[in-house]
C-alpha cells in the first residue's frame, strides 16, 4: 500500500507568534518516515508551540485532511518521542490520534 501523498507539509506557531514549517517526507517501508526537514522560522521562538497543522500534499495538491494538535497534544507527542509515529500515522493512513492518545498515556505514566 502506497503513502497517501508524497510529503507531509507541516507548519507550527509558537506563543508568541513565531509561525515556523517543514516538511515530512515518506519511506519506502509502509508507516515508514524517510526524511523529517528541520523547521523553517519566521523569526526565532523563545515561547512553546501553541498549535501545529498536518496536511498531506499529493500529486494534485492538499488531500483536503489537515490535523490540527493544540500546545498540550504537540507537547506529550515530544515528550514521549512519538513525532515520528504521529508523522506515519498521517502519511500512511493510520490514525494520528491514537498516536497521541498513546503520547499523553505515556506521559502520565511518567509522572
Not at 507531509?8 to 514549517?21: E, I, K, P, Y
Not at 521562538?45 to 497543522?53: D, M, R
Amino acid at each position: 500500500m502506497p503513502p497517501r501523498g508524497s510529503r507531509l507539509a507541516c507548519s507550527l506557531r509558537t506563543q508568541d507568534g513565531c509561525n515556523g514549517s517543514y516538511d515530512v517526507t515518506p519511506g519506502e517501508q509502509p508507516g515508514s518516515i524517510a526524511k523529517v526537514d528541520p523547521v523553517s522560522w519566521d523569526k526565532p521562538p523563545q515561547k512553546p508551540v501553541q498549535q501545529g497543522a498536518f496536511s498531506v500534499i499529493g500529486e494534485m495538491g492538499m488531500t483536503g485532511q489537515v490535523i490540527l494538535v493544540n500546545q498540550y497534544q504537540w507537547a506529550a507527542l515530544q515528550q514521549a518521542k512519538l513525532e515520528q509515529f504521529f508523522y506515519g500515522a498521517i502519511l500512511w493512513g493510520k490514525s494520528p490520534f491514537k498516536v497521541i492518545e498513546d503520547a499523553e498515556t505515556i506521559v502520565k505514566r511518567g509522572k
